[in-house]
């Protein structure tokens, strides 16, 4: 069996251009250093002097599902590698093409196809962004209610791919349980309707195996979402963000377990800052309004819903911050605050080394899904690893670490450490380092029984080597399910070791792939 394991050939790519043709118009088909180089880059942090490697041959900007099918297929006859990119706002290189072929391009499929008033339903082409999205709801007083930090530039395609997490997810759910169904095109170019049942617009069904969530989250390593139906709610009448400073970290994160575990119902997430996020915010965040030096920490909790629900819930989460000795900081602060959540995600491109020289530093974060009990080791625990690595070389920077609930009984929290790089002065030896802490942090997520990612997903090096460790027999299911749904493995080759299943025997290959073999 022949499967994609390297570039391919200009041969090759020379006939996918000329079939490209018979299915695409000349403006749907890019081919320029300028296209290409745009499609390759990510947020996250990036070798920078390997960046040629990670560079498509082609771009294509398909405008339907049936060009996105027609594309596949082609590119799966010819064997040529295939990387679905929505809005190139993801944190773990999903995007990134690591074998060239082409770059898949949602962007122009972006109208709003159905609006279902009576049912609360929208479909929608996965082009569409939920800023765009929300600006046509709110005239009809509804919301798509999927709010992540990239929210205004991230698309619903790549919110389906990587099985999005959204800050307001304990008020309403995340993207897995936004979305109601969508068509996906598989990488030999079929198309599939996934959701619950025959309808596009039910939200529970017990018939047949439950294939939604397949097809959410693999980072486009099993095809193409094309066209959602999305849930849609009320439009808040009032939403309530109030922020509280502490002296220490203990107090505010006995507090923020309090307000989660507190069972308001209009309660759609609280966040705990710590020391080292709150020195960065002081020092580096343009956004963030300065505090007094006495503040070690910062709690944040979020409620949305009608005005006669919001007012007494706050006044009860109100009441469990001041047992717990917060300082309300002020409603322009907390307002403000909140308000910016969406800037954070492009934080400035700016820092400082340890040795106090200002530079341009990019930001990156690690993050993992932890239990409320276990936050304070793994927090202690990440700032180890992250000094440690500073010791090595002072290239990289500790920007501190959030935790965020993920449903609204606090069970579990979204992690992050974020990390400043200066990417400038990433080579070989320093890169190398910094794959090995990511590898250290998932390893401590693992070790305190909680999930490699809660949001961005593991596809990248360093924390993908302990992907299969975490899931177990389930990785060999992906093995399998990958090499029967891709036969020539066009689709994102190279992402979550998913090279292995195309050998003839997967655990050694996989054990290579790790370096262990």
């Given at each position: 069996m022949t499967v994609v394991t390297e570039r391919p050939g200009q041969d090759?790519?020379?006939?996918?251009v000329q079939r490209l043709r018979t299915v695409l118009a000349e403006d749907q088909i890019l081919t320029s250093r300028t296209d290409r180089y745009n499609?390759?880059?990510?947020?996250a942090p990036f070798p920078v002097h390997r960046w040629a490697e990670r560079v498509p041959d082609l771009a294509v900007l398909p405008t339907s599902t049936e060009q996105v099918a027609q594309v596949i297929t082609i590119?799966?006859?010819l064997k040529v590698p295939i990387v679905p990119r929505d809005g190139g706002t993801g944190l773990t290189d999903g995007a990134v093409p690591l074998r060239g072929g082409i770059v898949l391009d949602v962007k122009?499929?972006?109208?709003?196809?159905?609006?279902d008033l009576e049912n609360r339903t929208v479909t929608v082409g996965t082009g569409i962004n939920m800023l765009k999205l929300n600006e046509e709801l709110g005239r009809h007083g509804l919301i798509y209610p999927d709010d992540p930090a990239s929210y205004p530039c991230s698309l619903v395609g790549g919110r389906i791919g990587t099985s999005g997490w959204s800050l307001i997810g304990a008020r309403y759910g995340h993207t897995r349980d936004l979305v109601l169904s969508f068509d996906h095109v598989l990488p030999t170019g079929e198309v599939l309707h996934v959701g619950d049942g025959f309808g596009h617009k039910i939200s529970k069904s017990s018939s047949?195996?439950?294939?939604?969530?397949?097809f959410m989250g693999h980072q486009g390593t099993l095809g193409v979402a094309t066209r959602a139906t999305l849930k849609l709610y009320p439009k808040p009448e009032a939403e309530l963000s109030p922020f509280w400073a502490f002296d220490n970290y203990d107090d505010a994160y006995r507090c923020v377990g309090a307000l989660a575990r507190a069972g308001v119902a209009t309660f759609a997430g609280a966040v705990l800052f710590d020391e080292w996020k709150v020195a960065y915010l002081r020092r580096d965040d343009e956004a963030y309004i300065p505090q007094p030096n006495d503040v070690r920490a910062l709690v944040c909790a979020v409620m949305y819903g009608y005005e006669d629900e919001v007012r007494p819930a706050g006044r009860r989460l109100f009441k469990i911050a001041k047992e717990h000795g917060a300082r309300y900081l002020g409603d322009e602060i907390s307002e403000g605050d909140w308000a910016a959540r969406h800037?954070?995600?492009?934080?400035?491109?700016?820092?400082r080394t340890r040795t106090g020289q200002v530079v341009p530093m990019s930001w990156h974060c690690e993050d993992a899904a932890i239990n409320y009990?276990?936050?304070?080791a793994v927090t202690k625990a990440w700032h180890e690893i992250v000094a440690e690595l500073r010791r090595k070389t002072d290239i990289f920077d500790d920007w501190g670490m959030f935790a965020y609930t993920s449903a609204d009984t606090g069970v579990d929290y979204l992690t992050e450490i974020d990390i400043g790089i200066w990417e400038q002065q990433l080579g070989d030896a320093a890169w190398a380092e910094w794959v090995k802490a990511k590898r250290d942090i998932a390893a401590v997520a693992l070790a305190n029984n909680g999930s490699i990612s809660a949001c961005h997903g593991s596809c990248?090096?360093?924390?993908?080597?302990l992907v299969p460790d975490e899931l177990g027999r389930g990785y060999q299911v992906m093995l399998d399910l990958k090499r029967t749904l891709d036969p020539n493995n066009i689709m994102n080759p190279g992402k979550y070791l998913l090279d292995a299943a195309y050998a003839g025997d997967p655990l050694a290959a996989l054990d290579a792939l790790r370096g262990r073999g």
């Open positions: 090759q790519l020379d006939q996918m499609r390759a880059r990510v947020p590119a799966n006859e122009r499929m972006n109208q709003i196809h159905e609006l047949g195996y439950q294939l939604k969530h397949l800037d954070r995600y492009a934080t400035p491109l700016h820092g009990t276990l936050l304070p990248r090096e360093g924390e993908v080597d």
